[in-house]
C-alpha cells in the first residue's frame, strides 16, 4: 500500500518484481538499494554534465578578452574528436559486416567534422588580430598540432604506410615494422625547426608525451583500422554506393577540408611578415593538402582525383592574389 493507501499500480508492481530478480542474480539485495534511492538527491542538469568543473576549464595566460575565445574553441574541438574516435572504436570492434552499421558510424563522424569545420569561422573571423599576435606569444612552444586526438583519428583510419611522408611512401619495405614507419610519418616535417631543420621543441615534448600511446593503439589496430574494416566486408557490404560515398566524405573532411580551413585562419593571422605559427610549426610547408597527399582510403580514389588533392588551396590562393 502507498501513503494514500492506494494499492501500487500493476505495472510499478511488476518493475519491482524485475528489479528484484536483477538485483537477486548479481547476489545483492534489492531493499538496500531502495533505502539508497530514498536518500538520494534528485540529478540535476549542471551536476550530470559537470557545469562547474568544465566552466572552470578556462585559465587565460594573459589579459587580452580574446584569448578565452581560443581556448574555448579548441576544447570544443578536443571535445569533438572524443565523440569521432567514440565512433571510430564502434567501427573497429564491429563483428556485424554490414554496410548500413559502418555507414551509421561515418554519417555521425561527418556530422561531427562538418560542424568543426563550418564553425572554424570563430577561428578565421571571431578574434581580433591584433589579439591573437599578441597573446600567442604567451602560448609558447604549445601548439594545435600537439592534438594527440587527431593523430589518434588518423592511426585508428588507416594504416601507417598511408600516412608516411608522400617523399618516402616510395622507399618503404615490407619488412618495416610500426616503428620504423612511424619515424617517416609526415607531420613530423611540419615541426621541423624553419632554420635549423631540427625537431622543434613542440615536436619533441609531444613525442615524449604520447609516442607510447600512440604506439600502443597502433599495434592494436595493425590489421583492423576503418581500412582493413571496410576491406574485410562482404564483397555486396563493400560496394554499397553511400558507404563508398560516407568513406570519401570522411577522408576528404578530414585530409582537405580541415586543413583547407587551417590554412584559412593562417593566412589572415600569420602570412604578412613570414610570422611562424606558434611552436614553430613550419604551417607553409605543413597545411596545405595538396603537399601532404594524405588519404585514409586511396583505393576509393581516382587516379585524376588523387592528382588533383587538395588543388582547392592552390586555386584559392590564385583568386585571392587576383
Do not use: C
Amino acid at each position: 500500500m502507498n501513503t494514500n493507501n492506494e494499492p501500487i499500480k500493476p505495472e510499478i508492481a511488476e518493475k519491482i518484481r524485475q528489479l528484484d530478480k536483477k538485483f537477486e542474480n548479481s547476489g545483492q539485495d534489492l531493499g538496500s538499494y531502495l533505502d539508497g534511492l530514498l536518500h538520494d538527491r534528485y540529478l540535476t542538469y549542471w551536476d550530470y554534465i559537470n557545469l562547474d568543473t568544465l566552466l572552470s576549464l578556462q585559465l587565460p595566460r594573459t589579459h587580452f578578452p580574446d584569448e578565452e575565445i581560443f581556448i574555448v574553441y579548441h576544447q570544443i574541438t578536443e571535445l569533438h574528436f572524443k565523440l569521432i574516435i567514440h565512433e571510430l572504436k564502434q567501427i573497429i570492434d564491429d563483428k556485424l559486416q554490414t554496410a548500413a552499421f559502418f555507414t551509421k558510424k561515418l554519417d555521425r563522424i561527418n556530422r561531427y567534422f562538418r560542424v568543426l569545420i563550418n564553425s572554424f569561422d570563430i577561428m578565421i573571423k571571431g578574434m581580433d588580430k591584433e589579439q591573437f599576435l599578441q597573446f600567442r606569444m604567451s602560448l609558447l612552444p604549445a601548439s594545435g598540432f600537439q592534438s594527440v586526438q587527431f593523430r589518434l583519428i588518423e592511426i585508428y583510419a588507416t594504416p601507417l604506410n598511408h600516412l608516411v611522408h608522400s617523399t618516402k611512401r616510395n622507399q618503404i619495405k615490407a619488412e618495416d615494422t610500426l616503428e620504423d614507419l612511424y619515424e617517416d610519418l609526415y607531420w613530423k616535417s611540419g615541426a621541423t625547426d624553419l632554420k635549423t631543420g631540427e625537431k622543434t621543441l613542440t615536436l619533441k615534448q609531444f613525442e615524449y608525451r604520447y609516442t607510447p600511446r600512440m604506439m600502443r593503439i597502433a599495434n592494436q589496430v595493425k590489421q583492423s583500422t576503418v581500412y582493413h574494416k571496410y576491406l574485410e566486408l562482404p564483397e555486396k557490404e563493400r560496394n554499397n554506393s553511400h558507404l563508398i560515398e560516407a568513406l570519401r566524405t570522411f577522408d576528404s573532411n578530414v585530409n582537405i577540408n580541415w586543413l583547407l580551413m587551417h590554412m584559412g585562419a593562417a593566412q589572415r593571422y600569420l602570412n604578412k611578415g613570414d610570422v611562424q605559427a606558434t611552436g614553430g610549426t613550419n604551417w607553409k610547408k605543413f597545411l596545405p593538402p595538396s603537399f601532404q597527399n594524405i588519404m585514409f582510403f586511396p583505393n576509393l580514389w581516382s587516379s585524376k582525383e588523387k592528382e588533383e588533392w587538395g588543388k582547392q588551396w592552390v586555386t584559392h590562393q590564385f583568386n585571392t592574389a587576383k
